[in-house]
C-alpha cells in the first residue's frame, strides 16, 4: 500500500511567508492548514504555485476524528470542498479528539481548541475507525492520518501506537502521515522510544512525512512549530528513511519565522535526512530495525525539485492494485459512550477546572492546561488580530484570566468576541482610548445585523452600549 502520490520535499504554507516559499528553489509541494483555505477566494500565492506545477495539500485541524461522536456530515463537507478547490490528489488530519461531551454524555459541550490523544483501547480504535470509514466515503481523494503529540498519557491503555496505527490501516486502508517531531515529543514526555514506534508502524502506508521543531519547558517537550528542527528529530527522519523511502517530506513553521536563507538551510537539512541510506543513520547511532526488503517503497525520479531515492534498494517489482480492506463492524454506542465519558472527563479537567480524572498525573495535566490556553489565546489572536494590537502587553495576562473559568463552546470566533465583552464588563483595558477603540470593535462585530445606519441597527447599538456602561 502506498499513497499513490509522490510528493518530494515541501514546506507549510502559511499567508506571512507565502512570498518566500514563492522564492524558495526545490519546493515540490506545499501543505496548507484547511481552515484557512476559503474555496471560492484561494490566496493568489496557492494560485500561482499551483500554475507551476506545485502540489497543494489541505491540512486538516479541527474533524476530530479521535471524539466520541460520529463526524460532522458539515465539517465533512466543508473539507471535501477545499479539496477540490486546490485540486489536491490527497487530504490529511489528525488521529485526535477535539470536542467532547453533550449529549452522549449528558455533560456540557467543551471544544479543547487543539488535537488531544486517544486513549489506545479498544473502544477508542473502534470508534475511530468507524469515524475514518465515514470520512473516506464523504471525501473525493485518499486520506491521511497523522500522528500526534501529547504532554500526557492515558491510564489503562490497551495497545502501542505501533499496534493502534497498525490495525487502524488494516481495518481501514486509511494512510498514514508520520510526524517525526512528534514521535521525538512523545520519547522525551512520555518514554515512547521513536525507534521502537518506527518498528511496529506499517510503514508501506504512509502518505507523507511531517517535521518540525519545539521547545523544552515546564519540563516537557513542547511541539511548537516555532523553533528550528532540533538534531534527534532528523536522526529519527532518518531512521525512517532507512526503512522505507518516504513519498513526501514537508517541514512545518508557524510562528516565529526565520528569514528565506535559515528555511532553505532547514528544509536542506531536513531533505538530507530523508535521503541518509541505512550507513548514514547507523553513525549517528539511531537503531533501524530489519525491514524485508520487499516493504521498501521506491520513489520515481521527479522532473523537477529534489528527488527521494534509496541507493541500495533494487528496481521495485510490480504489485497487484490494493485490495479495499473490509468495512469494520459499526462502533456500538455503548463504545462510544464509554469513550466519550472518557474523553468529556479529562477535557473538563483541562480546560473547566473539574477534578482530575483518576490514574493522571495531575502536575502533567496541569501542564496541558496551560498549553491549551496558550494556543487558545494564539487562535485568537490570528482570528482577530485587532485585539493584541489594541490591548498590548494586557492581551496575554487578560485572556489567561479570562479562559480560566470560561471553556470553549463555540469556536474562536465567538471566543475573540466573549473576550472583549468580558473586558468591557470589567471596564479594560486601563486606558480610555483603548477602551473606546475596543468597544466599537466590539459593536461592529457583536450584533445580529451589520450596522448599516438603520434605525433598528443604531437601537440595538445604543441598548448595547448601555449594557457595556453597567
Not at 83 to 111: K, M, N, W, Y
Not at 334 to 361: I, N, Y
Request: proline share 10%.
Amino acid at each position: 500500500m502506498s499513497s499513490g502520490v509522490q510528493l518530494g520535499t515541501g514546506i507549510g504554507w502559511r499567508p506571512e511567508i507565502a512570498e518566500t516559499v514563492e522564492r524558495m528553489p526545490g519546493v515540490d509541494w506545499v501543505e496548507v492548514v484547511a481552515e484557512n483555505v476559503c474555496p471560492g477566494h484561494v490566496a493568489p500565492s496557492l494560485l500561482r504555485l499551483r500554475e507551476r506545477g506545485v502540489t497543494v495539500v489541505p491540512h486538516g485541524v479541527s474533524l476530530g476524528l479521535g471524539d466520541a461522536e460520529r463526524p460532522d456530515p458539515g465539517r465533512l463537507a466543508a473539507l471535501a470542498e477545499r479539496v477540490e478547490a486546490l485540486g489536491a490528489p490527497l487530504v490529511s488530519e489528525h488521529i485526535a479528539f477535539v470536542r467532547a461531551g453533550g449529549a452522549l454524555t449528558a455533560s456540557p459541550r467543551l471544544e479543547a481548541g487543539h488535537l488531544l490523544p486517544v486513549p489506545r483501547t479498544r473502544d477508542a480504535l473502534d470508534v475511530l475507525c468507524e469515524n475514518v470509514r465515514i470520512a473516506q466515503d464523504a471525501l473525493p481523494v485518499p486520506l491521511a492520518l497523522e500522528n500526534i503529540a501529547a504532554l500526557i498519557s492515558w491510564p489503562g491503555e490497551e495497545l502501542t501506537e505501533g499496534q493502534f496505527l497498525s490495525e487502524l490501516v488494516e481495518r481501514t486502508g486509511v494512510r498514514l502521515l508520520v510526524d517525526v517531531a512528534n514521535l521525538y515529543t512523545n520519547q522525551v514526555n512520555r518514554g515512547e522510544d521513536a525507534s521502537a514506534a518506527l518498528d511496529g508502524l506499517p510503514v508501506e502506508a504512509i502518505a507523507y512525512v511531517h517535521v518540525a521543531g519545539g521547545v523544552h519547558r515546564d519540563g516537557v517537550w513542547h511541539d511548537s512549530h516555532a523553533h528550528p528542527v532540533p538534531q534527534p528529530v532528523l536522526d529519527i527522519l532518518a531512521d525512517l528513511a532507512s526503512r522505507v523511502t518516504p513519498p513526501g517530506v514537508l517541514l512545518e513553521r508557524d510562528e516565529d519565522y526565520p528569514d528565506q536563507a535559515e528555511l532553505e538551510r532547514e528544509l536542506d537539512a531536513v531533505r538530507q535526512a530523508a535521503t541518509r541510506d541505512v550507513r548514514g543513520a547507523a553513525t549517528r547511532g539511531v537503531h533501524r530495525a530489519a525491514v524485508p526488503r520487499e516493504r521498501v517503497l521506491v520513489t520515481a525520479g521527479r522532473p523537477s525539485g529534489a528527488p527521494l531515492p534509496v541507493a541500495t534498494a533494487p528496481a521495485p517489482t510490480p504489485t497487484p492494485p490494493a485490495v479495499p480492506a473490509p468495512a469494520p463492524a459499526p462502533a456500538s454506542d455503548a463504545a462510544r459512550q464509554r469513550v466519550g465519558l472518557r474523553q468529556a472527563s479529562l477535557l473538563s479537567a483541562l480546560v473547566a477546572g473539574t477534578p482530575v480524572p483518576e490514574g493522571f498525573d495531575p502536575q502533567r495535566l496541569r501542564v496541558q492546561s496551560r498549553a491549551l490556553t496558550g494556543k487558545r489565546a494564539d487562535v485568537v489572536a490570528k482570528v482577530a488580530p485587532e485585539l493584541p494590537r489594541i490591548l498590548g502587553a494586557e492581551y496575554r495576562p487578560a485572556f489567561v484570566t479570562y479562559a480560566r473559568n470560561r471553556p470553549l463552546t463555540a469556536g474562536h470566533r465567538r471566543d475573540a468576541l466573549d473576550f472583549a465583552e468580558y473586558l468591557l464588563r470589567a471596564r479594560r483595558p486601563r486606558s480610555p482610548g483603548a477602551r473606546r477603540e475596543l468597544t466599537r470593535w466590539w459593536l461592529e462585530r457583536s450584533g445580529p445585523a451589520p450596522l448599516t445606519g438603520r434605525p433598528m441597527a443604531r437601537l440595538a447599538r445604543t441598548a448595547r452600549y448601555a449594557l457595556l456602561r453597567r
